[in-house]
């Protein structure tokens, strides 16, 4: 026995020796690819030396003697802590996902490869003007750099992702950069979705009904719609879910409810308690570890410019000059066209145009998959754009027998300035020359709100399609594409896009809410991203006469739902104080305190209150019960609760009390009782997930932050180092944004937010301040990996100055580069 004890405490001994030294030679190869900041490195392609000093945030303040010579910094120190994560964008972009990733995003890569991203960036690539292509081509030459230092110094393949792939890591290309930009154009257009989605929806409701529950921003009039049965005669009506595209955290393509969304305001002297412009800006994107984001300063000839960059693109694409505070917000511009095309019978080849028949342009593809065959695809297009089979987006329920359908998109065009218009734009110097670059951007289409010392101005910027006034469905419904009336007869003119400038009220902003009344085809949308948070933005811009840096914190921080202030007293005012005592324990004694709780509540979506997680799980459940009995298992493409919806349905709103009958039953429902029985419903789901008491529900418990590393974020025991999870406030309706997952055993957990603030004073330009979600690095194994978490997760911020010897006073680091050979 003591010897068998004695080879077992030698094999423990002898196992726990392999597991440290495995350990440490894992750490010591993931180690090596940490970036040394503190370094004097020759890099080829300079024309002077470059300093990057990174403040103590890991901030990167880039110094040349040409702008060319920056944009080569920028890539330098993008590729030093954002290399994986650059390649990763750079594959999708390319449809080459699938390289690494196997089967799972074989789907993704197909539909990439049948827009033609890549091949789009690629011949955009010479429409830019020379300043562009300098820029573009000095950025890939400090990608470049640094890949070649990696591989000369064996410094880890240069993240620890690449350990698990093919090492080979490819030198970037001016189109990289392009393409990436227009990568971020599928995160931003969800109208494709929404068309098909209310396609599906009429062929099962009847009209008025399916106004309720895709409603349009209140205060708009509504043009009936066709009949889409009319449009496409043949099409059998579907309550299935649609299919949605593999690759998990790895596509590109969001749900409608996941488009962008964003908050930018501005006030102008005359509204700032210290006499100079103010400005904020909040962009929402999907989280992950990293973040999007990246905080970077330029010294460029015309002056320092500094904010919010994506890595693999040389801009500061929110942010500010010594001159010029910059930022965007979705527009929701009506973008995309899905068009029914007819095959032709006797040769499926064609399609069916104005003038007859018509071949398709087609080009065939190899996508080479790991671990199994090469796949061949062949892609179409027609003159209103790339042909998606029907297993994408559901566009296979809605097309007719003997029809495909294809996509028309500002998007996908092959003279792409819009990477040209944004460096112009880092380098306007007042309001009216930033309006001007909007005229080079073409997509996606945003709201760009500048300011400069004295005026504020708002403009929508991206390229609108003209429509005709005879278009069948106003842009809301698949159309047949060989009808002339349902073509795009190219773009309106730039003049057409809406602008406001220096109102007299003093306040500018744009919360992705309706914009302007203006008839179609002049109406930008008829789906728009808000139209709740601008009713919050709106009370706290009016509640003073004068603003100032905290008074715009207060507001981009705020947590009060106006939507629950407004809603609640529609639903539950029928069970306020009502009903009979009950027992202590009992279902009804647990209603009577939840409504209890709520009444005595102020909207307030604080991460610390109980009352914001019985409000959120009661609004869901009501509106599943709501649309359930209508529509069938399509009811759970509508993940996320549409305020106008409940109102329209407990007002009666043009008779949508109807939601409220179960038509299945015998009886009549109202919707009291439909209130009543959600509510009870969701105390029941809680108590099932959560137990305890409802005083003890914590909102933040539910609504927690997922920063989740796209390719290592479900591996077992590394997502517990890769992933950052926080409990957050905010909801899905206020201006402290932290939009829901809406499904799942966590509905409630925060996916969608804003990954970077910035808010600029230009009395005191240095008191600025931003801030991003994560950290600079993408390594996980640096302490800026995820640092500025913590103080984005407080409403805390970062200064954002422009002067040297601040970044240079807590530098962590400072690379000088310097021309020569490797």
Not at 108 to 121: F, K, N, P, S
Not at 632 to 649: C, K, M, Q, Y
Request: proline fraction near 7%.
């Amino acid at each position: 026995m003591a010897a068998l004890f004695r080879w077992l405490l030698r094999l423990f001994t002898a196992a726990v020796i392999l597991a440290v030294l495995a350990g440490g030679t894992v750490y010591y190869l993931a180690a090596r690819s940490l970036p040394e900041y503190e370094a004097t490195l020759a890099a080829p392609g300079l024309d002077a030396p470059v300093e990057i000093v990174r403040d103590n945030a890991n901030v990167p303040h880039v110094f040349g003697a040409s702008d060319k010579d920056v944009f080569f910094g920028l890539g330098f120190a993008h590729a030093q802590d954002r290399l994986w994560q650059m390649t990763v964008l750079r594959r999708t972009a390319q449809g080459r996902l699938s390289e690494n990733f196997g089967a799972e995003t074989l789907k993704i890569d197909e539909l990439v490869r049948r827009l033609d991203l890549y091949g789009l960036a690629q011949s955009s690539v010479k429409a830019q003007d020379p300043y562009a292509a300098g820029a573009l081509q000095a950025y890939a030459d400090g990608v470049n750099a640094w890949i070649a230092r990696v591989n000369s110094d064996a410094r880890g393949r240069g993240a620890p992702e690449f350990f698990l792939f093919p090492p080979e890591v490819a030198l970037w290309q001016p189109a990289d950069s392009i393409a990436i930009a227009k990568l971020m154009g599928l995160r931003l257009s969800t109208h494709l979705e929404t068309e098909v989605l209310r396609a599906r929806v009429s062929l099962l409701i009847d009209p008025e009904r399916v106004r309720d529950i895709l409603p349009d921003a209140p205060g708009t009039g509504l043009a009936a719609l066709p009949d889409y049965s009319d449009i496409a005669p043949g099409v059998v009506p579907s309550a299935a879910p649609l299919s949605r595209m593999a690759g998990g955290a790895l596509s590109p393509f969001a749900p409608r409810a996941f488009a962008s969304a964003s908050n930018v305001f501005a006030a102008a002297p005359t509204r700032s308690a210290a006499g100079g412009t103010l400005l904020a800006n909040d962009p929402h994107l999907g989280f992950s570890a990293p973040a999007i984001w990246y905080l970077a300063r330029l010294e460029l000839a015309t002056g320092g410019v500094i904010g919010g960059t994506i890595p693999g693109m040389p801009m500061i694409l929110a942010g500010r000059s010594a001159h010029l505070g910059w930022g965007m917000a979705s527009s929701y511009l009506d973008d995309q066209d899905v068009f029914l095309e007819q095959l032709n019978p006797d040769n499926p080849e064609e399609y069916r145009t104005p003038d007859g028949f018509e071949p398709f342009e087609t080009r065939r593809t190899i996508i080479r998959v790991a671990e199994a065959e090469p796949v061949t695809i062949t892609m179409r297009w027609t003159a209103n754009g790339p042909v998606l089979p029907g297993d994408h987006f559901g566009l296979g329920s809605i097309t007719p027998p003997g029809h495909v359908t294809a996509l028309g998109w500002t998007l996908l065009n092959g003279a792409d300035t819009s990477v040209s218009a944004a460096l112009k734009l880092m380098r306007a110097r007042s309001v009216d020359e930033a309006l001007e670059t909007g005229r080079f951007y073409i997509a996606p289409s945003q709201n760009l709100m500048v300011v400069d010392q004295d005026t504020i101005a708002m403009q929508t910027i991206g390229a609108m399609p003209r429509r005709l006034a005879g278009h069948q469905s106003e842009g809301r419904l698949p159309v047949p594409g060989w009808k002339d009336e349902n073509r795009w007869q190219g773009w309106l003119n730039y003049a057409a896009n809406p602008r406001f400038r220096a109102p007299e009220s003093g306040i500018l902003g744009n919360t992705n809410n309706k914009l302007v009344e203006r008839p179609f085809p002049l109406h930008v949308s008829h789906d728009w991203g808000d139209t709740q948070r601008i009713e919050r933005w709106k009370a706290l811009m009016e509640r003073r006469s004068v603003h100032t840096r905290e008074s715009f914190i207060e507001a981009q921080l705020d947590t009060v739902s106006f939507t629950a202030q407004s809603l609640l007293p529609l639903i539950a005012g029928d069970l306020w104080f009502t009903g009979d005592p009950a027992p202590a324990g009992s279902p009804e004694r647990r209603r009577q305190r939840a409504l209890e709780l709520l009444a005595a509540w102020n909207g307030e979506m604080n991460e610390h209150l109980p009352e914001p997680l019985i409000y959120a799980a009661w609004l869901r459940q009501l509106q599943d019960r709501l649309i359930r009995d209508e529509l069938g298992p399509l009811a759970v493409e509508f993940t996320h609760v549409d305020p106008v919806f409940i109102e329209r349905v407990f007002r009666d709103i043009d008779g949508a009390g109807a939601w409220c009958d179960i038509r299945q039953s015998g009886a009549v429902e109202t919707c009291t009782e439909m209130a009543r029985r959600s509510l009870d419903e969701a105390l029941l789901w809680l108590d099932e997930t959560y137990g305890g008491s409802l005083e003890s529900l914590r909102w933040g418990t539910a609504h927690q932050a997922w920063h989740d590393h796209p390719v290592l974020g479900e591996v077992p025991f590394v997502k517990w180092f890769v992933n950052i999870r926080q409990p957050t406030s905010g909801g899905d309706n206020t201006l402290n944004r932290g939009l829901t997952r809406g499904t799942g055993p966590e509905p409630f957990a925060n996916v969608h937010g804003a990954g970077f603030r910035g808010v600029y004073d230009f009395a005191d330009p240095d008191s600025s301040v931003f801030v991003i979600s994560t950290g600079q690095s993408g390594h996980p194994l640096s302490r800026h990996y995820d640092d500025l978490g913590e103080l984005w997760r407080r409403g805390e911020y970062i200064p954002m100055s422009l002067d040297p010897a601040l970044a240079r006073a807590a530098a962590v680091g400072v690379t000088r580069l310097v021309p020569g050979a490797e």
